[in-house]
């Protein structure tokens, strides 16, 4: 209902082949971002953007890059997957309020054989 | 670096009971601290703390900011089965959310 989706949902691949994920933005936000959880570790940042072409990396950029060409879209790429990657993927795009609450998509389970 | 630290990592508690869950932070050029549910997708967004608003409520939920000693807790009374989930804290520095690892919360019947 926040108008911001995620594709693939779910996606199974294997060590070594490239894997985009694309996050698609209805509220013509500025600001979006990539973050992975996994058990201990909570959320952590892997990249964002500030603007179309304008992109910064995170904690935990290593093995990922993004790029944002258009406002409503922004792509997350593992260059080549590994083991390590498997985990689940959210996007969110800062709302309106006060500060900046966070809104996310429905997140993308990878899962790296 | 951010950084935030949630506890207890989980809590088992009954129906009925009160909880509340821990959230401290140490963050450059503090702006906001958030709190955040998660059940089984994607984390929904439940309060935003900020200098000029330091104690919020809705319902059963409760939170407050402490800015001087740098911590944030969450109330929640007379908890039902559908309180069950991860609760996520977050602080905003500059631009950047950071997130605490949650607390997971268990609600017997």
């Known amino acids: 209902d926040a108008g911001i989706t995620q594709s693939p949902r779910h996606k199974v691949t294997e060590t070594g082949t490239p894997v985009t994920l694309r996050c698609h933005q209805t509220e013509n936000h500025r600001y979006m971002y990539w973050y992975r959880q996994d058990p201990g570790h909570g959320l952590r940042l892997i990249h964002y953007?500030?603007?179309?072409?304008?992109?910064d990396k995170g904690e935990v950029s290593d093995g990922y890059s993004v790029s944002r060409s258009k406002t409503e879209d922004f792509l997350l790429t593992l260059e080549s997957a590994t083991s390590s990657q498997t985990s689940v993927y959210f996007c969110a795009m800062t709302g309106t309020g006060e500060a900046g609450e966070l809104f996310f998509g429905e997140g993308s389970r990878l899962t790296v054989l | 670096e951010d950084k935030v630290v949630q506890s207890p990592l989980s809590l088992v508690v009954h129906e009925g009971d009160t909880v509340t869950l821990n959230c401290s932070y140490e963050v450059t050029n503090f702006r906001s601290l958030l709190w955040y549910k998660q059940e089984k997708k994607a984390p929904t967004f439940l309060f935003m703390l900020?200098?000029?608003?330091i104690e919020k409520k809705s319902g059963r939920l409760s939170s407050i900011l402490d800015k001087k000693e740098l911590f944030s807790i969450l109330n929640i009374t007379a908890t039902q089965t559908g309180d069950s989930a991860i609760y996520l804290c977050?602080?905003?520095?500059?631009?950047?959310?950071?997130f605490g690892t949650g607390t997971r919360l268990t609600i017997i019947p």
């Open positions: 953007s500030y603007g179309v072409k304008d992109t």
């Open positions: 900020t200098s000029s608003g």
């Open positions: 977050a602080v905003r520095g500059n631009e950047k959310l950071t």
